[in-house]
């Protein structure tokens, strides 16, 4: 990614669509889960759901991504909220996780998952949970069976493996899970903390780096995923699964 386009998102509440009202829903399904559990969030950027999650449970959580300029964030909000010594940050590639099988009682990756790809995330982190614990995820879907030519085009190359909610389902069991609980983030989780910071962001760097060709291009591209969301909300939308490992 752009140097800029990381600074930028450096500085954003959240790195994608999410909120703590979703995050605490999604919590609320999972089934059985310990009194301190172990959770493992991946993906997790400069980690609003895992102050969330801190919030939300007295467990222990390890926290990864492979940018270490938003762990530093996450590493200093976890100390300015008193929760330092819950949270754990780790600099690693999520497809690549060396931690001994059954770790964690509840894995969770809020709008990460689609960069490895939805199928191979399900498959490749179900060894780190212990039987009977959870995997929960926020993907993004087309809500629409035939969506527009100009958004097919726009997000193919980003999300190629995008589907409807229900077509995933298939690949959740078969992956060796059930289904505990599904919902669909509200569209105000795109704006609150993403795109309605992200676009005042944009507006002041393009002041600031007016007549600088390559900074205009980050921010232009910056503002077409803007743009695109604001066109075909209707089209697409995160979709929570809470899944819980059979076997
Ligand atoms: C769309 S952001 C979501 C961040 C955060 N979960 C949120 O909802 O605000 C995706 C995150 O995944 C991280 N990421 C992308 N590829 C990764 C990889 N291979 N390993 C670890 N993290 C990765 C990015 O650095 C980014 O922080």
């Known amino acids: 990614m752009h140097s800029l386009m990381l600074k930028i998102y450096e500085e954003l509440p959240r790195q994608g669509p999410g909120d703590r009202q979703s995050t605490a829903r999604a919590l609320r399904m999972v089934p059985g889960?310990?009194?301190?559990?172990?959770?493992?969030?991946?993906?997790?950027?400069?980690?609003?759901?895992?102050?969330d999650l801190a919030a939300l449970t007295p467990g222990q959580i390890?926290?990864?991504?492979n940018h270490a300029p938003f762990l530093?964030?996450?590493?200093?909000?976890?100390?300015?909220?008193?929760?330092?010594n819950r949270i754990r940050t780790l600099c690693k590639d999520m497809a690549e996780l060396d931690f001994?099988?059954?770790?964690?009682?509840?894995?969770?990756?809020?709008?990460?998952?689609?960069?490895?790809?939805?199928?191979n995330a399900l498959k490749?982190?179900?060894?780190?949970?212990?039987?009977?614990?959870?995997?929960?995820?926020?993907?993004?879907?087309?809500l629409v069976r035939n969506p527009?030519?100009?958004?097919?085009?726009?997000?193919?190359?980003?999300?190629?493996?995008?589907?409807?909610?229900?077509?995933?389902?298939?690949?959740?069991?078969?992956?060796?899970?059930?289904?505990?609980?599904?919902?669909?983030?509200?569209?105000?989780?795109?704006?609150?903390?993403?795109?309605?910071?992200?676009?005042?962001?944009?507006?002041?760097m393009r002041d600031k780096h007016r007549g600088d060709a390559d900074a205009e291009s980050v921010l232009d591209v910056l503002q077409t995923e803007i743009n695109m969301h604001r066109k075909y909300a209707s089209c697409y939308a995160y979709v929570f699964y809470v899944m819980k490992r059979t076997g």
């Open 100 to 119: 001994p099988r059954g770790s964690f009682d509840l894995i969770w990756s809020e709008g990460a998952a689609y960069q490895m790809g939805f199928e």
């Open 33 to 51: 889960l310990p009194a301190s559990p172990e959770i493992l969030d991946l993906g997790c950027g400069t980690g609003a759901q895992t102050l």
């Open 72 to 84: 530093d964030k996450l590493s200093e909000n976890a100390a300015a909220k008193g929760l330092a």
């Open 62 to 65: 390890t926290a990864v991504d």
């Open 124 to 142: 490749d982190w179900r060894r780190l949970l212990r039987p009977g614990g959870s995997l929960i995820l926020s993907e993004i879907v087309w």
């Open 148 to 204: 527009p030519a100009e958004l097919v085009e726009y997000l193919k190359e980003e999300c190629p493996d995008m589907q409807l909610a229900e077509d995933n389902l298939p690949l959740i069991q078969s992956a060796g899970y059930e289904l505990t609980g599904q919902f669909e983030l509200p569209d105000e989780s795109w704006w609150t903390d993403y795109y309605t910071p992200l676009e005042k962001t944009i507006t002041q």
